[in-house]
């Protein structure tokens, strides 16, 4: 089958160590190899910089909210409509919510090749699968969110962990997801009593459980299956000044557990988009960055992994399981507000944002978002996200990447907002002289999540065995370079290469590629309780039966690719 | 100022969008290469000098480009939309969008125009001579940025939802308009010399409406709170002021809390004493109708 040889470049990988030497990289059947044939299709990387295919964690882009996004933000597709650019692509709209197919192009222009929709509502489960279908090129899993489930609250209330891992198995094999996802554990549901938790110990009305206690539970549950992602969590008290200390809390219900899986992932709790966790202050009058805390704890503490969540400086579009979050933003910046309670197991809102460089406050978030990775000792854990289209959409990451690279252009930014003087009194990105390598950008954007997730064998690296999934940018690391010139070089790819087949040329989309969908199937004993417990819910509660709730079938996977989990010993 | 002229051809079968017909979009330009600018139609895409003639040449820019338009243009849309600056008339009635998102600059309509003209206007001038269709002065579908700036007149009616999300900048509405007059509006100034139907200023946060002909139904969310004394157009007239969306959250300014204005004409004593009669009048046959009326039903 196709053999491809890319020649000269100089390489970045932290899965094989190597810092920026000249390499070739041979691909054969859509693996790495050591070397091949004399037939093979060379391109040339001389003077160019390559590395692994980039792997997205956490970015909101499939099912019922960002389609709920795309009906009612019109004004998002306006002037930005574009005509298919090649044969064999799609017409693209959107900014902040782009089309599915947009999603898909524009990913594998910036070198990525698998992304991770963060947050499934299994009753639409089947939603996010057709989207998921319709999103060309990368490949996707799901996370099914956990931490407001009727199921998981009762189990845990009486501290029923084989039970929650039954069901946790069963419910990903339904929604074919991936994860086990958080979001404002116990406050989504406490939403529909109007209210919500902000502490790890607020108790969930009605459930009367705890925040702490869903979260350790949910911890055990997943480490007794052995997934190859631990718990991936939103905390309480999103957004607010002063949150870091319930983010601290939230850290320490991890304290204690080990990682139990066979797939080389160390951490025990995924945080994710950090950045709206590490508020200090009490009102937004004294709101300050509280990086460099929340940091001090994640390097000493190496059963942890984060992203950041960067703030872009754009109008978006913030959607979130967390209901109370969105209604409280609404309240604040009075745009229109979406709302919708998902039964059983979750809920969402959205409501437009704009993050303006002339407010003080998206300012200092900005700062907040860069200097989590700068303070970032260990760069296999620490992830860079937008929390796309939260903080700024995620077509953004080459400017993330070059405020990250370029101390110039990352002063320059901070020097010319409107309150800078108070932004930079109230952060300390000022003062921070790291510029991130092109090796800590691989393990950021590549190395890092891979491991995180669980799919260190397969993603994130150019050893041989692993998936052909190879990018070329056009940027020498060996001559100076400036910030203009890393956003440029990282936006548009000079060649991306996915399972082997060349689906990006001199930045534009040649190939739709060989699309898979990520699931984990885990397999447990017989749990004749927790069954009896989904059919009385289904018959109880549900909207819908059982036999309308699964997804499966081509239609809405149709090339699907299971990991398999075997916790029945 | 140089001045290009084009003149439509043939009608045409759809609606065609002609963004690129403003000053801005054809200045420095050689009429061939404005003949070669694109227009669309459906899913098709066609050159302007299919369906334009084009005489006369622009200026090397928009301040400095003068447009005539000519003939039918009812099926075309955007015209004069996004210019910033320079002239631009229309001799002829136009479709959606004209001078939408415009921000500088004179355009003149000697026709009439349909919906969404002067859509997120910034700046500039419009003039439409015959009358305007909906969403006159509005938002984008979606968008919480209607009108920014600028000033809007129109000579004749008005349709519905008027100033629509307004933010800044000025309508004059010369006839009559329809229902929904600046909604959502968080500021700006609306005039209708004209008279109005009902729901002027629901929803509205902060801004101006005034009316100096007659409002057949108030908003329930408007308080009276004196008379003032008001200009329009070089002309005094003595105002009944309103202040609302009293359901609405208000800002403060300073301490006080900032209303959306509604300013309708107080009708001379004469006048009151008329519609007095008048309204008796009314008032009087429909209760003798109310006696008439079993009677007669009773008998049939």
């Excluded at chain 1, 409509?81 to 799609?90: H, I, P, Y």
């Excluded at chain 1, 970032?376 to 990447?401: E, S």
């Excluded at chain 2, 002229?5 to 330009?29: C, F, R, V, W, Y």
């Excluded at chain 2, 329809?178 to 209708?192: C, R």
Aim: charged fraction near 20%; include cysteine.
């Amino acid at each position: 089958m196709a053999e491809i040889l890319i020649k000269n470049g100089f390489v970045f990988d932290p899965v094989t160590g190597v810092k920026g030497d000249k390499k070739d990289i041979a691909i054969r059947d859509g693996k790495i190899v050591d070397s091949v044939s004399s037939s093979a299709k060379v391109y040339d990387a001389s003077g160019k910089t390559v590395m692994a295919g980039a792997v997205e964690i956490h970015a909101h882009v499939a099912g019922p909210k960002v389609n709920e996004g795309r009906n009612y933000r019109p004004e998002d597709k306006l002037f930005v409509n574009r005509a298919a650019e090649s044969k064999g692509t799609r017409t693209t709209g959107g900014f902040s919510i782009p089309t599915t197919f947009k999603t898909g192009y524009s990913y594998a222009k910036m070198g990525y090749t698998v992304v991770m929709e963060a947050a499934m509502p299994p009753l639409y489960a089947r939603h996010v699968h057709e989207e998921i279908r319709d999103t060309p090129i990368v490949d996707e899993g799901a996370f099914p969110v956990f931490g407001n489930n009727w199921f998981v609250l009762e189990y845990l209330k009486n501290n029923e962990v084989e039970n929650t891992a039954a069901y946790i198995s069963w419910l990903l094999r339904a929604s074919k997801g991936y994860a086990v996802k958080i979001v404002n554990p116990g406050g989504t549901e406490a939403w529909g009593w109007g209210l919500n938790c902000l502490s790890v110990n607020d108790p969930v009305p009605y459930f009367d459980i705890t925040p702490a206690q869903i979260v350790k539970g949910l911890i055990e549950a997943n480490e007794y299956l052995g997934l190859p992602h631990s718990i991936h969590i939103h905390a309480n008290n999103l957004g607010n000044p002063g949150n870091f200390s319930t983010t601290l809390d939230t850290f320490r219900l991890a304290e204690g557990y080990r990682a139990n899986n066979r797939f080389g992932r160390e951490q025990t709790m995924h945080h994710t988009h950090v950045q709206f966790h590490a508020y200090g202050g009490d009102s937004w009058l004294n709101f300050e960055s509280k990086a460099p805390e929340i940091m001090d704890y994640v390097n000493s503490h190496p059963n942890l992994t984060i992203d950041t969540g960067n703030v872009t400086l754009d109008e978006t579009t913030t959607m979130t399981a967390d209901g109370p979050f969105e209604h409280h933003l609404t309240e604040l910046n009075h745009l229109k507000w979406a709302n919708v309670d998902v039964e059983l197991e979750t809920a969402a809102g959205i409501v437009p944002y704009v993050y303006s460089p002339n407010v003080k406050v998206c300012a200092i978030q900005w700062a907040i978002g860069l200097e989590l990775a700068l303070l970032a000792r260990d760069p296999m854990r620490c992830f860079i996200t937008t929390d796309h289209p939260n903080a700024g959409p995620f077509t953004r990451y080459p400017r993330i990447i070059k405020w990250l690279m370029s101390k110039a252009s990352r002063d320059e930014r901070l020097n010319t907002f409107k309150h800078a003087d108070k932004v930079i009194s109230a952060t300390n990105v000022g003062g921070m002289d790291r510029e991130i390598t092109f090796y800590e950008i691989a393990q950021m954007t590549r190395a890092g999540p891979a491991k995180a997730l669980g799919l260190s064998a397969m993603y994130g690296g150019l050893a041989p065995g692993m998936d052909a999934d190879v990018v070329v940018y056009d940027i020498n690391p060996e001559t100076s370079f400036s910030g203009e010139e890393i956003e440029r070089a990282f936006s548009a790819a000079s060649l991306v290469v996915k399972t082997g087949v060349p689906v990006v040329e001199d930045g534009r989309v040649i190939n739709n590629g060989n699309k898979r969908t990520l699931w984990v199937d885990a397999k447990v004993n017989e749990n004749a309780q927790v069954m009896r417990d989904v059919e009385e819910k289904f018959l109880k509660f549900y909207s819908v039966n059982l036999n309308n709730y699964e997804v499966q079938g081509h239609h809405y996977i149709p090339n699907p690719f299971a990991i398999e989990v075997d916790a029945t010993q | 100022m140089e001045t290009v002229t084009l003149t439509l051809k043939t009608t045409p079968t759809l609606m065609l969008e002609a963004e690129a017909i403003s000053p801005d979009g054809l200045a420095g330009k050689t009429p061939d290469q404005i003949r070669a600018l694109p227009v669309y139609m459906g899913r098709e895409t066609y050159t302007l000098g299919e369906y334009f003639d084009v005489s006369g040449s622009p200026g090397s820019t928009a301040a400095e480009t003068k447009v005539v338009v000519k003939g039918d243009l009812s099926r075309v849309k955007y015209l004069g939309s996004k210019m910033s600056a320079g002239e631009m008339v229309i001799e002829g009635n136009a479709d959606m969008y004209v001078g939408a998102w415009m921000s500088g600059g004179r355009l003149t309509v000697k026709g009439s125009v349909d919906d969404f003209a002067g859509t997120g206007m910034k700046g500039g001038e419009l003039l439409i001579e015959g009358n305007a269709g909906n969403y006159l002065g509005s938002a984008y579908r979606g968008d919480w940025r209607g009108m920014q700036g600028g000033l809007i007149r129109v000579k004749g009616n008005a349709g519905s939802d008027t100033g629509y999300f307004m933010n800044g900048g000025t309508i004059i509405v010369e006839g009559n308009v329809d229902v929904h007059v600046g909604t959502h509006a968080e500021g700006g100034t609306i005039v209708i010399k004209g008279n109005a139907k009902s729901r002027l200023g629901g929803q509205m946060v902060e801004g101006t409406i005034i009316l100096l002909g007659t409002v057949d139904v108030m908003m329930p969310g408007f308080k009276y709170v004196g008379d003032e004394e008001v200009d329009v157009d070089g002309q005094k007239f003595l105002m009944s002021a309103y202040i609302g969306d009293l359901g609405e959250r208000h800002r403060k300014r300073k301490g006080a809390t900032i209303y959306g204005r509604l300013l309708i004409r107080k009708p001379a004593p004469a006048d009151i004493a008329a519609s007095r009669e008048a309204r008796l009048a009314r008032a009087r046959e429909a209760k003798k109708a109310r006696f008439i009326a079993p009677e007669e039903t009773a008998s049939a």
